[in-house]
């Protein structure tokens, strides 16, 4: 029955497709069976090994020992098991990864053995190995994502995984948003993404790339891209969330913008500039076009005069004629003091455009001013034409002098020229509170309806002024020191019944 026995165990020591490997408390191999060999390498012929230190390598020995010590000391058969797994670099098929059970010692002679059943774990060990390799390829792949990301269970909105971008993004710790809503952290889908989010399926990409703006830890708020994209884990749907922070990148837009802006600002004031430059330019040339054309033509009569009373100036003064000389003499004042009115009107209208007019105000008396201005305008009087004055008010006023007088003097002689014989020409200056009103009406030609929205353009005269004396420069220049004295100029007149003009000037304090 032993010997049965004894040949069941050896048939089946030496058949097993499982390597058995029998050594004692030295390590000194007592058996070993076919399989084992063909696992550690060793050729079907070849002797077999002595020790057990000698099949595995020397890194596992100190393991394999503190195994076979404990096995060795229980007195019990049945230890508890335990397998080492080796990796078989001696043996023949380098790369193949041993399994090494040492479930229990034996008890033979007195001598304790150790039988250690031998298995080939290559494939399931590779398995488990590249399982873990690819967790942690990918977890590592997550974690140093040049790009923010979080992983939220869509149930709840709640995050189960952060990568480092984001900590560093948002200056948080894993553990400080780990199980946190998102919102409570400052961050939320945008209303189109969560529609979007809500009708896709499972494991999708939500193409929207949404600009949104975030708070960091800090309190400082940052904009960001985001994006996401569905997957299922565990047969749960999460969100992976992708956050670029593009804050510098606004911001440089908007510095771009905003300079751009500025830049476009330049442009339409300088380009503002140049027009007004070339309209300036435009003025003056017409300015001296027109006046040469005036000037040819206003300075040939008074010239001829000059020229002609001249003539006879010589012819008298051969006769002794005094009285006709005189006469003569008094033609050509007259007509030099026309040239030089003509000539001073140029000149003022050119010191106004030049800005080199500037009101120089003081109090003056209205009745010496008045008495003053009727002197020189009453000299020019037609035959029979006279100038009623009235002054209500305060007498003191303060106004720029000059500016007033050269006013009222071309108003009054455009009165006096615009008349007839024996009219009656009326100057009233009212002084009041807060302001002056001066009028001064006649009864002459007055202006064409036509022509009234024309009359204080430069150069312009009416058509019904054209045979009388005239540059069209006087009332340009009013229209000018009255505004230079932040004054209003109006008038009302209608062909061949009259004229007023009303001078508003606000009183200066
Ligand atoms: P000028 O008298 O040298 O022509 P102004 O600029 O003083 O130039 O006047 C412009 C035009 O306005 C005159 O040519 C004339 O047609 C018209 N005008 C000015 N004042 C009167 C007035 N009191 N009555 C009628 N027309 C006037």
Redesign the pocket.
Known sequence: MALVTENIFESFFRNSVEGILIFDKTGKIADINPAAKELFGIGKNAINPENVNDLIGSKYHAELWIICNRLLEHTEKKGKGNTLVIHNEGSREKNLILGLHLNNHIKLNENRYIAAFVTDETSRWKEKYELRQSHERFRKIFKHNPVAQLIIRESDNLIIDANNKFLELFGYELDEVMGKDTISIGLDHCNECKVKIEQAPDEHHIENDCESEAHIKSGKVINLLQSYVLIKLHDVTHEIWSLVDITEQKAAEAELKKTNEELEKKVTERTKDLVNLLEREKRMNELKSRFVATASHEFRTPLTTILASAGLVETYAKRMDAEKCLKHIDRIKASVELLTEILE?FLSLDKIEQGNVKPNITSFNLEDFAANVLREAESTLKKGQSIEYALTGDLIIKQDHNILKNTML??L???I???GEDANISWAISVQIDKTIIT?A?N?????FD?QPY??S?????????T???????????KKYIELLHGKIS?V?AENA??S?ILDLPAIS
Do not use: M
Request: hydrophobic share 40%.
């Open positions: 009107d071309n108003l002689s455009n009165a020229k615009y008349s001064v006649d002459g030609i007055g202006i064409p022509d009359i204080f430069r150069f312009f005269r009416a058509r019904n002024a054209e009388i004396q005239g540059t069209g420069l006087g009332l340009n220049i009013v008038f007149s009259g004229t003009f």
